[in-house]
């Protein structure tokens, strides 16, 4: 317990650092570029071998931003996932609201810089759609856990390399600490990390890259057997008030292959400017 303590204090203190000198991203996928803004991300999974998920099987993930001052913006995010089987024999349901995201995020040129929590309510009686959130949306994992507080802090940074061009990569800790006294080691350490090519058009941008995270805390596994791996392909209107996109996530590696094939993606921004 006392190592979980000192864990958390050095990691918030990391966070701090961190948005004093840089920036991270929320979703990859839909427009970050107002500090007002509402957003709906709809996931809809495609697991391997299953035929019988009926078509609400889903994660939708609801997300806001607001200015709190000149430099910094607050912003939420409330996750939701939703399991269901329909075929002759079973016709059954599961459905969780997620933990959600409190945080705040600072810019400043090329460089954004992002701290937060994530409240830990996530239902320990609905394991199978907590189960189906993860999967389906591996770069937020933490939103799908019950008992589980989640402190993460990220930076991010681009490059541009033409007028319409742009590299975009970062990442940063996450902390999971348990929420129930097992009188065990109830913290754990992830690397998470994205690299991202954007060609923002006139009236469209599209996007291309991978994500990734590591876990930090297991000493006996390799790199490929401490990390998991996806591509990401997406497109979005980048003018107007109000944006859609579209988006695909593959897995790249064999553990989450075995459970997913891809994730198709939707994905609404209003900017509120």
Not at 150 to 160: I, L, P
Not at 212 to 230: K, N, P, V
Request: aromatic share 8%.
């Amino acid at each position: 317990m006392y190592q979980s303590v000192i864990t958390t204090a050095f990691l918030t203190a990391c966070a701090v650092t961190c948005i004093q000198t840089g920036l991270s991203a929320q979703s990859l996928w839909t427009d970050q570029s107002s500090d007002r803004a509402i957003s709906v991300e709809f996931l809809k999974p495609e697991f391997e071998g299953d035929d019988d998920t009926d078509f609400l099987t889903s994660t939708i993930v609801l997300g806001g931003r607001f200015p709190i001052s000149q430099t910094i913006t607050g912003e939420a995010e409330l996750p939701f996932s939703r399991y269901g089987i329909d075929n002759e024999f079973v016709d059954r349901s599961s459905s969780a609201v997620g933990n959600p995201y409190l945080g705040v995020r600072m810019r400043s040129r090329s460089v954004l810089s992002r701290v937060g929590v994530r409240i830990p309510i996530a239902p320990e009686d609905e394991p199978t759609a907590l189960s189906s959130g993860r999967l389906t949306d591996y770069d937020r994992f933490e939103a799908f856990l019950s008992n589980t507080l989640a402190v993460n802090a990220s930076v991010t940074g681009q490059t541009r390399l033409s007028d319409q061009a742009i590299l975009q990569f970062g990442g940063g800790p996450v902390l999971l600490v348990s929420t129930e006294d097992s009188g065990g080691d109830d913290a754990e350490v992830y690397a998470q990390y994205f690299l991202l090519g954007v060609f923002a058009g006139r009236t469209v941008a599209v996007k291309a890259g991978f994500t990734g995270r590591a876990i930090l805390t297991e000493s006996d596994l390799d790199f490929g057997e401490r990390s998991i791996h996806q591509f990401g392909l997406g497109a979005a209107l980048n003018t107007g008030t109000v944006r859609p996109g579209l988006h695909l996530r593959i897995p790249l590696d064999k553990d989450l292959r075995e459970d997913i094939d891809y994730v198709a993606g939707l994905n609404v921004t209003v900017i509120l400017d």
